[in-house]
């Protein structure tokens, strides 16, 4: 391998030198610190002049110094004449562009630890076999659903009121329409309505809220600083890749996940495979077909329910469709709290459901990205729930932020299996050696840097594993 | 064409000032949530129509842990005002981040004040206000315009009214600084003298010589920023041991990192005035600050309005 020259940066170096091990070469030598005022300092060790570099560094940690360290890292190469540059990003940080500020209970800010973690969606599961089909409970229906709803009743533990629980009462509830009794309302949070409350009131209505979508944003800084070529894993988005002028190789995580299936889960044919959000079906599916398993998805649905009229609503500017009044889970600035918001607008309403027979089936939940654990958990409460015997995670990027590792830890998830795209040191010391099965990308990633170097074709990583 | 107006949004660095801006203006902040998700990406909201109207993002280079999460706050905030349809996008950077990394001065060093340059371009922004640049060659790296003010008339003003100024003489703290320096003890009317020093590392200074006389002074030392203060302490002493009455260090960007505090309060300096360009919490009784958010202010105002802005090179509003 001559003229090639592989840096790595602060958010992994155990991944660099695993990829490098399979490449056969050395990390090339680089110094990377940080001045006393807190910019970043790096300094290159070696001549680049014509080389073909490949700088490393994954979109996890303190995502945004590590982000601009690979951006300088980039641009110091093209600027010293490397002849090509290769940006080597496991995980793609920014590639998940939530569409409402902080989705309703899905990505807050750092939440405290808990004790304990319900894993009940806000509100309760409803159970879909029960209540779509309005069957009146028969003897069969085991006895843990009436279990499971009751708890759905307690108060949680993050001081949310839980809305008052439809108690599945046999007799009443059955007759009410589905509808009524899937679509609760998602309880208002107290610590909500701090500043925030002025930004996002009802006195904003007509206007929608604009939420800064830093994908584009990020291919662009990438190709400004001088990148000329990305590896990536599991994109969120496969659209990403159309974010960029220049070619983005988006490396898939399925060859090694598939392979772990049939060699480490007993009797895996007899496994399904859940989606844990419509988004991630097609992903989930496409494993599904290769190794001819039945499949199963989690459909959420949030809809925003329209006021009937706020108490301090003004809806003559503009009139457009009013704005939710608790997206953002608390904020960072603890100012005057104006707690009008919190009665006024619109509420979430959010229900999940899953669509498929998991009943005394291995259940091996697929995703691309764990962040906080809110909706693997969950999924696999519900998938328990409806009579899972086992529950795999089946995870590309674990990045567990907050207090995702504990709530993973008290989830009914039997075993996650993760890649180490993101470092899973954490993951293993919380979770234990036996719950927590890392896979290893490092010889995909050598492998591609090795193609992509000699001018090969990399699609035949997309099938086989490596 | 609707009439469009000043919007000014402000980032998490420097509240402070962007408050003190908007009293100026009168123009009040415009509501934006910036936030960090868990997994510390950074999450812009804004909270109201910006459409054709002319933008003002006021975040400054600032912070030992968060410069970089700043930095990516201001180009996201662009980057939405952008896509939001605003007319005109104006980054308003008092103390311009990376600027003392402007050269490739070993082999393969970055040249990150060029690349910053190059990404608020990127993110969409088209014009740059910022303060006192370390270099004032900076400017050349960008394809827009950038209006680098000066801290100058601010300070001079602090000078005339709080310092002995008839015995004084202004004492540039090394080569780089004396054209800065000289200027003002033009418009003063007062000699200058020059410290010589001899860098061996960044952060780190080793010998230094004073050129000029400055027995029986007070002594001005004029510097672009303060950061670890290694520099201020050891030419305060260089000064003392000549015979100076007095150190008064005037700075523009207190940055104070590192072990600053404690290098200031062991020095002779009698006294220490920076600007708030950026947030300074140094709990010293000989600390001074000079408020410039009045030129920022009448800054945006000018250029709101199309007016020329040279005025304030040599005039400090009120």
Same mark, same amino acid.
């Given at each position: 391998?001559?003229?090639?020259?592989?840096?790595?940066?602060?958010?992994?170096?155990?991944?660099?030198?695993?990829?490098?091990?399979?490449?056969?070469?050395?990390?090339?030598?680089?110094?990377?610190?940080?001045?006393?005022?807190?910019?970043?300092?790096?300094?290159?060790?070696?001549?680049?002049?014509?080389?073909?570099?490949?700088?490393?560094?994954?979109?996890?940690?303190?995502?945004?110094?590590?982000?601009?360290?690979?951006?300088?890292?980039?641009?110091?190469?093209?600027?010293?004449?490397?002849?090509?540059?290769?940006?080597?990003?496991?995980?793609?940080?920014?590639?998940? /562009?939530?569409?409402?500020?902080?989705?309703?209970?899905?990505?807050?800010?750092?939440?405290?630890?808990?004790?304990?973690?319900?894993?009940?969606?806000?509100?309760?599961?409803?159970?879909?076999?029960?209540?779509?089909? /309005?069957?009146?409970?028969?003897?069969?229906?085991?006895?843990?659903?009436?279990?499971?709803?009751?708890?759905?009743?307690?108060?949680?533990?993050?001081?949310?009121?839980?809305?008052?629980?439809?108690?599945?009462?046999?007799?009443?509830?059955?007759?009410?329409?589905?509808?009524?009794?899937?679509?609760?309302?998602?309880?208002?949070?107290?610590?909500?309505?701090?500043?925030?409350?002025?930004?996002?009131?009802?006195?904003?209505?007509?206007?929608?809220?604009?939420?800064?979508?830093?994908?584009?944003?990020?291919?662009?800084?990438?190709?400004?600083?001088?990148?000329?070529?990305?590896?990536?894993?599991?994109?969120?988005?496969? /659209?990403?890749?159309?974010?960029?002028?220049?070619?983005?190789?988006?490396?898939?995580?399925?060859?090694?996940?598939?392979?772990?299936?049939?060699?480490?889960?007993?009797?895996?044919?007899?496994?399904?495979?859940?989606?844990?959000?419509?988004?991630?079906?097609?992903?989930?599916?496409?494993?599904?077909?290769?190794?001819?398993?039945?499949?199963?998805?989690?459909?959420?649905?949030?809809?925003?329910?329209?006021?009937?009229?706020?108490?301090?609503?003004?809806?003559?500017?503009?009139?457009?469709?009013?704005?939710?009044?608790?997206?953002?889970?608390?904020?960072?600035?603890?100012?005057?709290?104006?707690?009008?918001?919190?009665?006024?607008?619109?509420?979430?309403?959010?229900?999940?459901?899953?669509?498929?027979?998991?009943?005394?089936?291995?259940?091996?939940?697929?995703?691309?990205?764990?962040?906080?654990?809110?909706?693997?958990?969950?999924?696999?409460?519900?998938?328990?729930?409806?009579?899972?015997?086992?529950?795999?995670?089946?995870?590309?990027?674990?990045?567990?932020?907050?207090?995702?590792?504990?709530?993973?830890?008290?989830?009914?998830?039997?075993?996650?299996?993760?890649?180490?795209?993101?470092?899973?040191?954490?993951?293993?010391?919380?979770?234990?050696?036996?719950?927590? /099965?890392?896979?290893?990308?490092?010889?995909?990633?050598?492998?591609?840097?090795?193609?992509?170097?000699?001018?090969?074709?990399?699609?035949?990583?997309?099938?086989?594993?490596? | 064409?609707?009439?469009?107006?000043?919007?000014?949004?402000?980032?998490?660095?420097?509240?402070?000032?962007?408050?003190?801006?908007?009293?100026?203006?009168?123009?009040?902040?415009?509501?934006?949530?910036?936030?960090?998700?868990?997994?510390?990406?950074?999450?812009?909201?804004?909270?109201?129509?910006?459409?054709?109207?002319?933008?003002?993002?006021?975040?400054?280079?600032?912070?030992?842990?968060?410069?970089?999460?700043?930095?990516?706050?201001?180009?996201?905030?662009?980057?939405?005002?952008?896509?939001?349809?605003?007319?005109?996008?104006?980054?308003?950077?008092?103390?311009?981040?990376?600027?003392?990394?402007?050269?490739?001065?070993?082999?393969?060093?970055?040249?990150?004040?060029?690349?910053?340059?190059?990404?608020?371009?990127?993110?969409?922004?088209?014009? $740059?206000?910022?303060?006192?640049?370390?270099?004032?060659?900076?400017?050349?790296?960008?394809?827009?315009?950038?209006?680098?003010?000066?801290?100058?008339?601010?300070?001079?003003?602090?000078?005339?009214?709080?310092?002995?100024?008839?015995?004084?003489?202004?004492?540039?703290?090394?080569?780089?600084?004396?054209?800065?320096?000289?200027?003002?003890?033009?418009?003063?009317?007062?000699?200058?003298?020059?410290?010589?020093?001899?860098?061996?590392?960044?952060?780190?200074?080793?010998?230094?010589?004073? $050129?000029?006389?400055?027995?029986?002074?007070?002594?001005?030392?004029?510097?672009?920023?303060?950061?670890?203060?290694?520099?201020?302490?050891?030419?305060?002493?260089?000064?003392?041991?000549?015979?100076?009455?007095?150190?008064?260090? $005037?700075?523009?960007?207190?940055?104070?990192?590192?072990?600053?505090?404690?290098?200031?309060?062991?020095?002779?300096?009698?006294?220490?005035?920076?600007?708030?360009?950026?947030? $300074?919490?140094?709990?010293?009784?000989?600390?001074?600050?000079?408020?410039?958010?009045?030129?920022?202010?009448?800054?945006?105002?000018?250029?709101?309005?199309?007016?020329?802005?040279?005025?304030?090179?040599?005039?400090?509003?009120?």
């Amino acid at each position: 391998m001559s003229n090639i020259v592989v840096f790595g940066g602060n958010s992994h170096p155990s991944l660099v030198n695993q990829i490098c091990d399979n490449l056969g070469i050395k990390p090339s030598e680089v110094k990377l610190g940080k001045f006393s005022n807190g910019e970043t300092s790096i300094s290159i060790g070696e001549s680049v002049r014509e080389k073909d570099v490949y700088v490393i560094q994954s979109g996890c940690g303190h995502v945004n110094d590590n982000f601009l360290e690979l951006l300088i890292l980039l641009n110091a190469c093209k600027t010293a004449s490397a002849s090509r540059v290769t940006a080597v990003m496991p995980y793609f940080c920014y590639s998940r /562009q939530p569409d409402i500020p902080y989705t309703a209970k899905g990505a807050p800010l750092i939440s405290k630890p808990k004790e304990v973690y319900t894993f009940e969606s806000h509100p309760g599961t409803p159970l879909p076999s029960v209540l779509t089909t /309005q069957k009146p409970l028969s003897h069969n229906v085991p006895e843990n659903i009436t279990e499971c709803i009751i708890e759905s009743a307690e108060e949680l533990p993050d001081g949310l009121k839980q809305p008052l629980p439809k108690r599945l009462n046999m007799d009443t509830n059955l007759h009410k329409s589905p509808s009524q009794s899937r679509i609760p309302v998602v309880p208002e949070r107290e610590e909500n309505s701090s500043d925030l409350g002025s930004l996002f009131n009802a006195s904003n209505a007509g206007y929608k809220l604009w939420v800064a979508q830093a994908g584009t944003l990020v291919a662009n800084l990438l190709t400004t600083a001088g990148a000329d070529h990305v590896i990536t894993m599991d994109l969120h988005d496969a /659209q990403f890749q159309g974010f960029f002028d220049i070619p983005v190789d988006n490396l898939y995580c399925k060859p090694i996940a598939q392979n772990y299936i049939q060699y480490n889960i007993p009797d895996y044919k007899e496994a399904v495979l859940v989606s844990p959000d419509a988004g991630g079906a097609k992903r989930a599916a496409s494993i599904a077909d290769a190794l001819e398993l039945s499949f199963a998805l989690i459909h959420k649905e949030r809809r925003s329910q329209l006021p009937k009229g706020p108490p301090n609503a003004t809806f003559t500017s503009g009139g457009g469709l009013p704005i939710s009044s608790h997206p953002l889970l608390g904020s960072s600035l603890g100012r005057s709290a104006s707690h009008e918001m919190s009665h006024s607008s619109s509420k979430y309403v959010q229900t999940t459901m899953l669509v498929g027979d998991v009943r005394n089936k291995v259940c091996i939940i697929v995703d691309d990205l764990v962040d906080t654990s809110y909706t693997i958990t969950r999924a696999a409460k519900l998938l328990k729930d409806q009579g899972a015997s086992k529950v795999y995670a089946l995870i590309t990027h674990g990045v567990f932020s907050g207090d995702a590792l504990n709530r993973v830890s008290q989830s009914a998830i039997d075993k996650i299996i993760v890649t180490n795209t993101v470092p899973q040191e954490k993951t293993i010391e919380v979770l234990g050696k036996d719950r927590v /099965q890392v896979l290893n990308v490092s010889r995909v990633f050598g492998e591609s840097i090795r193609r992509i170097h000699n001018g090969e074709s990399i699609s035949m990583l997309f099938e086989h594993g490596w | 064409m609707s009439a469009n107006s000043i919007k000014l949004l402000a980032g998490n660095s420097h509240p402070d000032l962007a408050e003190k801006i908007s009293k100026v203006l009168g123009v009040s902040l415009s509501k934006v949530g910036v936030y960090q998700y868990s997994n510390k990406e950074t999450s812009v909201t804004i909270g109201e129509s910006i459409r054709d109207e002319d933008v003002y993002i006021i975040q400054t280079g600032t912070g030992q842990q968060e410069i970089n999460d700043f930095l990516m706050e201001l180009l996201i905030m662009i980057h939405a005002c952008r896509t939001a349809s605003a007319r005109r996008i104006t980054a308003v950077i008092p103390n311009f981040p990376y600027a003392r990394q402007d050269k490739k001065d070993k082999s393969r060093a970055p040249i990150t004040a060029k690349l910053i340059a190059n990404l608020l371009e990127t993110a969409g922004c088209d014009h $740059v206000i910022t303060m006192d640049l370390h270099a004032s060659q900076i400017q050349g790296f960008f394809h827009i315009p950038v209006d680098n003010l000066y801290a100058e008339p601010s300070v001079l003003n602090y000078i005339k009214t709080h310092t002995d100024v008839h015995n004084a003489i202004l004492v540039s703290p090394d080569a780089g600084g004396a054209k800065r320096v000289a200027s003002i003890a033009d418009k003063l009317d007062l000699n200058f003298a020059l410290i010589h020093k001899e860098r061996q590392k960044a952060n780190e200074v080793s010998r230094m010589v004073l $050129v000029g006389d400055v027995r029986g002074k007070s002594c001005l030392l004029v510097d672009d920023m303060a950061d670890t203060c290694g520099t201020l302490a050891k030419a305060s002493e260089v000064l003392v041991d000549n015979g100076a009455k007095e150190v008064i260090a $005037v700075v523009t960007h207190g940055i104070f990192s590192g072990s600053a505090k404690e290098k200031l309060r062991a020095s002779k300096l009698s006294r220490i005035v920076c600007t708030n360009t950026v947030p $300074v919490d140094l709990d010293l009784h000989i600390l001074d600050q000079i408020d410039i958010s009045p030129t920022l202010a009448e800054a945006i105002r000018r250029l709101h309005n199309g007016e020329s802005v040279s005025y304030l090179f040599t005039h400090a509003p009120v």
